[in-house]
């Protein structure tokens, strides 16, 4: 746990908000690239970025408020304004983001699902930096376990000193398998869309088997949590939408 990157002189640098935002700049500047090969105006997905950026950390504090109100209204309490800089929800940032991106490009008459089609590898990967910084951070943290690849993380955090599952690694682990399995897709799909919806169904599956072990839910229903919700529609609807398009 190391939730403080460095100073500079009384500003703290924080770890996961530097993980954060390196996982933006990698994916658009990856993105940027990869469009040119898909016959887009790199510029396009350049000015589509800050849009990006802007919904997906909108969406992704929309959520967390939602999703962790108790602990919301604590950081609230003790630090006012400055509790916003950390808590986000990738849900709801990407879902934002995701309307972003569709809304962008029929208002300028963009091929959208080529257009996200460049985007999902790139998600994937900016996504697994970003899972880094929640790992330094000590959030989304695990269940306890007694498993030889259990982390502890260091007081104050609130399950110090406890050996608990690592799930912030294990979807930077999927997230990087995604990238990979999508970047060899991309030039190989039958139709455009068919790598976002993979990318979209994929992670749902992904961050299903994960919710499993995920501790720092305040309320579950039974085994299940709301991320459990959230990610059965995205399979529900990335498989629907994957057939109806093939």
Not at 54 to 83: C, D, Q, T, Y
Not at 134 to 155: E, Q
Request: with cysteine; proline share 6%.
């Amino acid at each position: 746990m190391h939730p403080v990157l460095f100073h500079i002189g009384n500003f703290a640098v924080h770890t996961y908000g530097a993980f954060v935002a390196l996982g933006f700049v990698v994916g658009l500047t990856l993105a940027a690239r990869r469009a040119k090969q898909a016959g887009v105006n790199p510029d396009i997905i350049s000015n589509l970025g800050v849009w990006v950026i802007v919904a997906g950390m909108l969406g992704g504090k929309l959520f967390h408020v939602i999703f962790f109100w108790n602990e919301f209204v604590a950081g609230w309490r003790a630090a006012g304004l400055a509790s916003l800089r950390e808590g986000f929800v990738f849900y709801g940032g990407f879902i934002a983001a995701s309307a972003t991106v569709i809304g962008y490009c029929r208002y300028h008459r963009l091929p959208t699902w080529t257009v996200a089609d460049v985007f999902a590898p790139c998600v994937a990967l900016g996504h697994a930096l970003g899972r880094l910084g929640c790992f330094f951070n000590g959030c989304c943290y695990g269940k306890t376990c007694d498993l030889p690849w259990a982390v502890r993380f260091p007081p104050p955090h609130e399950m110090a000193g406890l050996p608990v599952h690592p799930t912030q690694l294990y979807e930077v682990a999927g997230n990087l398998a995604l990238f990979g399995g999508l970047s060899w897709w991309r030039p190989r799909e039958k139709f455009p869309g068919q790598v976002w919806w993979g990318y979209v169904l994929g992670y749902g599956v992904l961050r299903f088997a994960v919710e499993f072990f995920r501790g720092d839910y305040p309320y579950r229903f039974g085994p299940f949590t709301l991320g459990h919700a959230v990610a059965a529609a995205l399979i529900v609807v990335a498989a629907i939408a994957l057939k109806k398009r093939s």
